[in-house]
């Protein structure tokens, strides 16, 4: 699986200073894991290639910054949120208390819109084509018995290669130069 | 990149409005440019990859360089403006060679002669700006005929109440292949005194030329067709113009400034090239077609000392009585181990359509004051296949609350393996009013500087009262079919790609931009033939009254250029 070291990259130092990018990505990979676990040999986050999808959305020039933000600050407040109610952090809670936080979280209304688009991105991961490195295997359409349409992405027409096109500045006369 | 040449005709866009244009002057011998603000998407590039079709902005601008702003009513009744750049909804559609139609479902309808008469038929409506068409039906249903064949149209007529007259029996391409659900539909609404009608598509259902027939990909809507058999502009229309030698496309050209010459009449188009480098190119005659919203912006940006508020609009009329589809959505969902296995296979079926339209109710009776009103249209269609659409949508439960864990992966397996939903969409007209028009946005500006169209979005209560009408009609059949889980949303708020008006034409230049040929009332070297047009927009999608429209004017262009 790839795994790319790049939150560092994203981040705004001033308002994250207590929480470190390993940090970061553990956080993220636990709270992943709660909201998509493993059982009874359904795709999980790593098969899925989860923290990868997420990492490279969080270095995509093209996507709003704030958003991108608003994902690594989630982090952050949600550690926050752990020392308020356990007085300590996320990683160091008990499986079962992190599920508590969770669910406290999710009656917030930063903490529902972060973990809806943290689902968001885990249901791109899971069912997106595996052309992106995701949904390895096609486990994901595999256990939900999707079916892919035809013909599938493949280079140079997938994201964000086929934008290169609304950089030509071309004049088109004929069929035959397309 | 040098253009240096005086052309016959300059379109700017290459939608809908667009092609038919194109296709005839460039067939006539006319020499066309076309200036389109998206790339030049060819049917190779597309795949059925969600990620581009729905996912990232790949087909339509990122809002950080090209933001709208829309202006809706806020939880104090007070209208309160944001960006789309904050809020995400937008009202871009298919910015490529093509436009829209490229990503289009292709589920076409002709207006009804009624639909050019809505004033005069059913009289003022309190708080709408109604008016009659300055055409009738006679007048565009040679262009609906030449639609069906050139751009290529699959159906079957059938007899009934609503029936447009036609001066041909049936379409030149037969029906497309259906799913078993279409005949269950048949029956419940037949058990309901209800007549059920095929939806005619503009999707080809035999080779057309270069253009194979439908292969059934099961993505079709919102996606680029892998074999052309959809009726895009891009392969019906300008493919054929490029044939003829006459036509040129310039690809990410951003028009932004049409000038005039001082005696109101256009000389240039100015735009914005791939690089950001401004060009301009002359032409004799400039058509328009940008889709509703944008073409009213480019005017109303075009200002001058003959035109202070934007180009032909002395009369303050550019941008207002914008219309939208109105009505909404609904569905009901159909449990596979409730059916016999044989059955349960037919229903699950992909790729296969329904194709059922039901126009039993485009004339109703008002629940009230008894009088006749006019209603709508109900189409079925199955939910989307694009799977990170569905499990996005499986997010909250019925309580409203986050599904996450395992109940979140035991709902989605259950969702995407154990049922299929049916869903129904309802169409009916959306008045125009005096709070559904365009404006410049004085602070948001994109890319290239220039303001954004501000876009103001309220709706008459009346669409909604005649769309609940509808939607109960609907959900009764799906009643009788024995779905579960039926709902329906009927709401104020517009699709974002079934939008017209803003440059309605009429007879009166005081009240509209354009007059009956869809040329400017104030230039007359401008012509505007996407949606902007329509004063009243019907109760079915826009797309093939558009493409007949444009054929229209085309034919008034060869005479006005000969």
């Known amino acids: 699986m790839l795994q790319f070291p790049f939150w560092q990259a994203c981040q705004n130092t001033n308002n994250l200073d207590k929480t470190s990018p390993s940090l970061q990505q553990a956080i993220l990979s636990g709270v992943l894991n709660i909201l998509f676990p493993t059982f009874d040999k359904t795709p999980d986050i790593r098969q899925i290639n989860a923290v990868y999808h997420i990492n490279r959305y969080l270095t995509d020039p093209l996507i709003d910054p704030d958003e991108q933000q608003f994902i690594i600050n989630g982090t952050k407040w949600l550690n926050e949120s752990a020392h308020e109610n356990f007085k300590t952090d996320f990683l160091q809670l008990s499986a079962k208390k992190q599920q508590k936080l969770i669910q406290i979280i999710s009656h917030e209304s930063w903490g529902e819109s972060w973990l809806s688009k943290l689902l968001t991105l885990t249901f791109e991961a899971l069912l997106l084509d595996p052309v992106y490195d995701i949904n390895i295997n096609e486990c994901g359409w595999k256990w939900l018995q999707h079916l892919p349409g035809r013909p599938r992405p493949d280079q140079p027409n997938i994201y964000p290669d086929i934008l290169d096109r609304k950089k030509e500045n071309i004049i088109i006369t004929g069929l035959e130069q397309l | ?562």
């Open chain 2, 1 to 562: 990149m040098i253009v240096d040449k005086k052309y016959d005709v300059c379109v700017i866009g290459s939608g809908a409005g667009a092609g038919p244009v194109i296709y005839e002057l460039s067939k006539a011998g006319y020499s066309v440019l076309v200036l389109e603000k998206g790339p030049w998407y060819r049917t190779k590039d597309f795949s059925k990859d969600e990620m581009a079709a729905t996912r990232r902005s790949v087909y339509t601008p990122n809002l950080k360089d090209e933001p709208q702003v829309i202006e809706d009513l806020n939880e104090q009744g007070e209208w309160e403006a944001k960006s789309t750049y904050e809020t995400g909804r937008d009202f871009w559609n298919g910015n490529c060679v093509g436009g829209s139609t490229n990503f289009m479902s292709g589920y076409f309808a002709r207006l009804k002669p009624v639909d050019f008469k809505l004033l005069s038929t059913y009289g003022e409506i309190e708080g709408a700006n109604l008016a009659d068409w300055p055409i009738d039906y006679d007048d565009l249903e040679p262009y609906y005929e030449k639609v069906e064949r050139i751009v290529g149209v699959s159906g079957k007529v059938v007899p009934h109440k609503y029936l447009e007259p036609r001066s041909t029996p049936d379409f030149p391409y037969p029906p497309l292949k259906e799913n078993i659900v279409s005949s269950w539909i048949d029956q419940a609404a037949a058990g309901l005194n209800i007549q059920t009608i095929p939806l005619p598509r503009a999707i080809l259902s035999k080779k057309k030329g270069d253009r194979q027939s439908c292969y059934y990909s099961n993505f079709c809507g919102s996606y680029g067709c892998s074999s052309d058999a959809k009726g895009s502009s891009r392969v019906a229309l300008i493919h054929e113009a490029l044939k003829t030698g006459n036509c040129t496309v310039i690809p990410n050209a951003k028009v932004y400034y049409l000038e005039t010459n001082g005696r109101y009449q256009l000389q240039k188009a100015w735009y914005y090239d791939a690089d950001g480098q401004k060009k301009s190119i002359e032409a004799r005659v400039f058509v328009v077609a940008a889709q509703a919203i944008e073409t009213s912006r480019l005017l109303l940006m075009s200002k001058n000392k003959e035109f202070s508020n934007g180009l032909a609009n002395n009369n303050g009329q550019v941008g207002k009585n914008l219309i939208f589809s109105g009505g909404g959505v609904g569905g009901g969902d159909f449990y596979y181990d409730e059916l016999d296995e044989n059955l349960a296979k037919a229903l699950a079926k992909p790729g296969v359509f329904v194709n059922r339209t039901i126009q039993d109710f485009y004339e109703l009776v008002h629940p009230k004051t008894h009088q006749k009103i006019k209603g709508g249209t109900i189409d079925f269609l199955f939910e989307h296949a694009n799977p990170v659409s569905k499990a996005i949508r499986e997010k909250w439960d019925e309580d409203g609350h986050l599904r996450y864990g395992k109940p979140l992966k035991k709902h989605l397996h259950y969702y995407f393996t154990k049922l299929r939903k049916l869903k129904f969409e309802i169409f009916v007209d959306w008045l125009p009013n005096d709070n559904c028009f365009v404006s410049l946005d004085s602070h948001v500006k994109d890319k290239w500087g220039d303001p954004v169209a501000k876009i103001r979005i309220g709706h008459h209560p009346h669409d909604i009262m005649v769309g609940e009408v509808l939607a109960e009609k609907a959900k009764q059949i799906l009643v009788k079919m024995g779905a579960h889980n039926i709902y329906a949303a009927i709401s104020g708020a517009p699709p974002n790609n079934l939008q017209a008006g803003g440059c309605r034409f009429g007879n009166n230049p005081k009240t509209s931009v354009l007059n009956a040929q869809c040329q400017a009332h104030e230039v007359s070297n401008l012509f505007i033939t996407d949606g902007s047009f329509m004063p009243t927009g019907g109760s079915v999608t826009y797309t093939w009254t558009i493409y007949a429209n444009s054929f229209r004017v085309a034919d008034i262009l060869k005479q006005m250029l000969k």
